[in-house]
C-alpha cells in the first residue's frame, strides 16, 4: 500500500537527479524521472527506506512530450538507384 497519493505539481524537479522528487519522512526523497512517467510508472521510491508514493499525473502530458522529440529528429534520406 502506497504511503500517500501526491499531484505531480506538489513534487519539485531536481535537475542534478534528473527526477521528480517529494520529501519522505525518513528524510531522503521519494524519486521518479520523466522517462518513468513517459511509461506509465506512477510509483515514486525512496532509495532509503521502504516507502513508496502514488503519483497523480496526467500521461498525456510526457507522452506529448516524448512523440516531440520524435518529430524534431531529421528524416533519413533513402538512397535512390538511378538508371
Not at 499531484?7 to 520523466?34: A, H, R, V
Not at 525512496?46 to 512530450?65: H, R
Amino acid at each position: 500500500m502506497s504511503y500517500d497519493d501526491v499531484e505531480i505539481e506538489d513534487m519539485e524537479w531536481n535537475e542534478e537527479l534528473q527526477s521528480y522528487t517529494f520529501p519522505c519522512p525518513c528524510g531522503d526523497l521519494f524519486q521518479i524521472t520523466k522517462d518513468d512517467l513517459r511509461l506509465g510508472e506512477e510509483i515514486a521510491r525512496c532509495p532509503s527506506c521502504s516507502l513508496y508514493i502514488t503519483v497523480i499525473y496526467n500521461a498525456e502530458d510526457f507522452a506529448d512530450a516524448a512523440a516531440g522529440k520524435k518529430s524534431l529528429e531529421p528524416s533519413k534520406q533513402q538512397p535512390v538507384a538511378v538508371a
